[in-house]
């Protein structure tokens, strides 16, 4: 019988540091940042971080060169990500993923425990790439925070998206995190 928390896994050097640095260049000081919505709309007290849903056609256009190509090379970190996971998990079967939304969390901000499947999303599988290193906090907490979990940056935290697998990110305590989430299909 295999436990549960063996389903959340961390793969390591999928998406490669370059990478990591040319999407914090190009994102970091940007003026599309918005606040983080959970699925009733913006609630800071249950949500609280920046985002840039990068993976849209608004977005992309604004630098269409350097953005499709990080685009690009995200999908296949996720495919390599998604290919290690089903690896293994062979039963695990996924058409594509959701898109990829850049994450900010700077001092203080968090998000509080949920779980990432719902009627309006259904989703199969959770995947959040670490772009950097260099801040304190911000670490995955499972199961009540029984099971903690923070990647290296170019590393990813997978699990099941499913109400088995309630999460939350910790309050970052000293500088920025940012993460690139997607989920599985």
């Given at each position: 019988m295999q436990?549960?928390?063996e389903y959340i896994v961390v793969v390591d050097n999928v998406l490669?540091?370059?990478v990591c640095d040319a999407i914090l260049e190009e994102y970091s000081f940007s003026d599309e940042w918005v606040q983080t919505e959970i699925g009733s709309g913006v609630d800071t007290s249950v949500r609280s971080a920046m985002?840039?849903?990068i993976s849209r056609d608004n977005v992309i256009s604004r630098n269409q060169g350097a953005r499709s190509k990080i685009d690009s090379l995200i999908f296949d970190a996720a495919k390599k990500a998604i290919d290690a996971y089903r690896q293994k998990f062979g039963h695990c079967h996924i058409q594509e993923d959701s898109g990829y939304e850049l994450l900010r969390y700077k001092t203080g901000q968090f998000y509080k425990e949920h779980t990432?499947?719902?009627k309006l999303r259904p989703r199969a599988v959770s995947c959040?790439?670490?772009l950097n290193d260099g801040y304190e906090g911000g670490e995955f907490g499972f199961?009540?925070?029984k099971k903690i979990i923070k990647a290296p940056k170019g590393g990813a935290v997978m699990f099941p998206s499913n109400?088995?697998?309630p999460h939350e990110i910790l309050p970052v305590t000293s500088g920025t995190r940012y993460s690139i989430?997607?989920?599985f299909v």
């Open positions: 436990d549960i928390s490669p540091l370059s985002t840039i849903e990432d499947s719902f959040s790439f670490s199961f009540g925070k109400f088995m697998f989430i997607t989920w």
